[in-house]
């Protein structure tokens, strides 16, 4: 037993060197005691800011050209977004010649804001600058790394010539910025801020403020990124509301985040973050982005349209979003990825598909009681979180079947596709053919194939045998004073033919006709079909003849 471990906790320690890795709390500390944000809810969706023409470009194989470029502009902007960072001019041709493209035409509609990226070095602020000339609406953004590590091994700098470097190139944007036409505002993010002092991002952000003279018409963005993720979100939440509430000119400042996925808590972070003060994030489209990724720009806005709130993004067409991040990526996206993987509407598992046919039943009950639209009333499905249908899903892959699926979900099936409405006993017996079948096969099957099944049962079983099709002439003719009730005279002549036949359940619903009987001593059940329910009813009793007879042979 590992010396603290509780007596309950029988697990062999690892021999994993873990004793390498530091705890946050060695690594930075937020002078934060009493906190707001775990009292705060969201109530409005902060700016979306989507980073995937830069942070996302930068972190793929083969980076968009400029018509992939393009593509994924189009899409940001039909979707909504009024802030979109476009590129990194100064690192690459592509991405120069991309803001030209952008200046040179009309795709940048007025009311969406362009951002640019550049590092702290005059060379590449200027050709950062000249990439943009024309282009209305710009923002510059500007980042220098600030924790500890970064300073001491990559820059070689301490940190009083780390705030200097920032401070002469925030300068010389400053002085190119007069030069430029259209109106400039300007961005700045401490490159790994989680793991930098509080009080030298305060310093650097509060100097920056001053020195751009921002001001309510002309906020600068003060963009906090978690660049690698190294700690929980409750402790980026506090790194977040500490500085919320000590910036200079707080009513001058956008505070923006910048979560990255390394733990897999991006957008934890980023929702914490906005409790904690946050007004704008970024991050990138079904998560791209370095290493594990930005945070996932979907999955955020979705959550928040879950809780009722506007995310001002339209996700209406989700599949059509998706297949052109796939295109422009060349990244596939998870079949479980959150609200738009292929399966995350997808129930195989049996009691999670009787729980969604009675849920999708029940909401189009009260739907019609409270005379609204399936699509307007509130949605409380289970095992659902969204409706598939806001995204522009249809209601067919929500339930499908193999081996882990029960009688509720093939039910589902055969009424949504195949307008069967199997009785209840009739469910039971047929989901035991299917997950024999579901079981020895290993596979799914699909709706059609559960139709042919059910059909190849219950309703053409094989007419071979002593019992052939009904003969129409002795129901016609009425035995018996059962003129008005052909089923019981059919059931006479059986009886005639020396076939014994007893109806032990019987239901018509929309052409198809279930009946369970007692033949001969057996009991099975037969299904038959007809738009005249008496002849659906009387084909589904020689189903049922069929069966039992094949059955006792
Ligand atoms: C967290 C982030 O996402 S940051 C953005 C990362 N994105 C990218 O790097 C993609 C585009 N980058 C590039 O194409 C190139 O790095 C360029 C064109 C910008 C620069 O290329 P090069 O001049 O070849 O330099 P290199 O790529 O080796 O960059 C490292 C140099 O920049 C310095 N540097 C790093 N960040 C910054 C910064 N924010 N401001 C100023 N200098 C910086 C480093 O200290 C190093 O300097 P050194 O050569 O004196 O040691
Ligand atoms: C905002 C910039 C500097 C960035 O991409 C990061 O820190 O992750
Ligand atoms: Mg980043």
Redesign the pocket.
């Known amino acids: 037993m590992p010396a603290g471990a509780p007596p309950w906790n029988p697990q062999r320690p690892s021999a994993m060197p873990h004793h390498r890795y530091l705890p946050w709390e060695e690594r930075t500390q937020v002078p934060l005691t009493e906190r707001v944000w775990p009292t705060r809810r969201l109530e409005h969706a902060p700016l979306w800011v989507p980073v995937d023409l830069?942070?996302g470009n930068?972190a793929l194989a083969e980076p968009m050209d400029v018509e992939r470029k393009r593509r994924m502009f189009d899409l940001l902007v039909t979707m909504g977004f009024k802030e979109i960072e476009v590129g990194?001019p100064?690192?690459?041709q592509t991405d120069f010649d991309f803001v030209r493209h952008l200046a040179a035409g009309d795709a940048v509609p007025e009311d969406v804001t362009i951002s640019v990226?550049t590092?702290?070095?005059t060379d590449?602020i200027d050709r950062t600058l000249d990439s943009i000339e024309g282009l209305p609406r710009t923002l510059v953004h500007?980042?220098?790394?600030t924790a500890p590590t970064w300073r001491n091994v990559?820059?070689?700098r301490t940190r009083s010539e780390v705030h200097a470097?920032i401070l002469d190139?925030a300068a010389h944007l400053s002085r190119r910025a007069d030069r430029h036409r259209g109106g400039l505002r300007f961005q700045f993010s401490p490159?790994?801020f989680n793991l930098t002092e509080p009080d030298f991002v305060l310093e650097v952000c509060d100097d920056l403020t001053e020195l751009w003279d921002a001001c309510p018409d002309r906020p600068v963005t003060h963009n906090l990124?978690a660049?690698v993720e190294i700690a929980g979100p409750h402790v980026y939440a506090d790194q977040i509301e500490y500085m919320h509430r000590h910036l200079a000119r707080r009513d001058s400042v956008i505070l923006s985040v910048h979560p990255h996925n390394d733990r897999g808590t991006g957008v934890a972070c980023a929702e914490l973050a906005v409790l904690a003060g946050a007004q704008r994030v970024e991050g990138c489209l079904f998560g791209n982005g370095?290493r594990t990724g930005n945070v996932d720009l979907v999955t955020l806005a979705l959550n928040l349209y879950t809780q009722g709130v506007n995310p001002m993004i339209d996700f209406s067409d989700i599949d059509a979003i998706r297949e052109t991040v796939e295109h422009c990526n060349r990244l596939p996206i998870h079949p479980r990825h959150p609200y738009a993987g292929d399966l995350v509407h997808t129930a195989f598992s049996g009691t999670h598909q009787d729980a969604i046919a009675k849920g999708l039943a029940h909401h189009r009950k009260r739907a019609a009681e409270q005379g609204v639209d399936t699509s307007e009333a509130v949605w409380q499905v289970p095992y659902l979180p969204i409706d598939p249908g806001d995204l522009g899903r249809t209601y067919e892959e929500v339930i499908r079947v193999n081996s882990q699926s029960g009688k509720g979900g093939i039910a589902h099936l055969l009424n949504t596709h195949h307008g069967l409405d199997l009785p209840q006993r009739l469910r039971v017996e047929f989901s035991r053919i299917v997950q024999h079948i579901a079981d020895t096969t290993g596979r799914e099957l699909a709706h059609t194939e559960l139709w042919e099944l059910f059909h190849a049962t219950y309703i053409a079983p094989g007419t071979d045998g002593p019992v052939g099709r009904p003969e129409r002439s002795a129901i016609n003719t009425g035995r018996q004073g059962t003129e008005n009730d052909p089923l019981s005279a059919y059931i006479d002549a059986l009886s005639a033919a020396g076939i014994t036949v007893a109806v032990l359940d019987h239901t018509v619903t929309a052409s198809t006709a279930y009946a369970e009987c007692r033949v001969d001593g057996v009991t099975v059940w037969g299904a038959g079909q007809d738009a005249s329910p008496v002849t659906a009813s009387i084909n589904a009793v020689t189903a049922a003849v069929h069966r039992a007879r094949r059955a006792g042979s």
């Open positions: 830069r942070d930068q990194y100064s690192a690459s990226f590092p702290a070095r590449l500007l980042y220098t790394a990559v820059l070689g470097m190139a490159e790994v990124p660049t370095e």
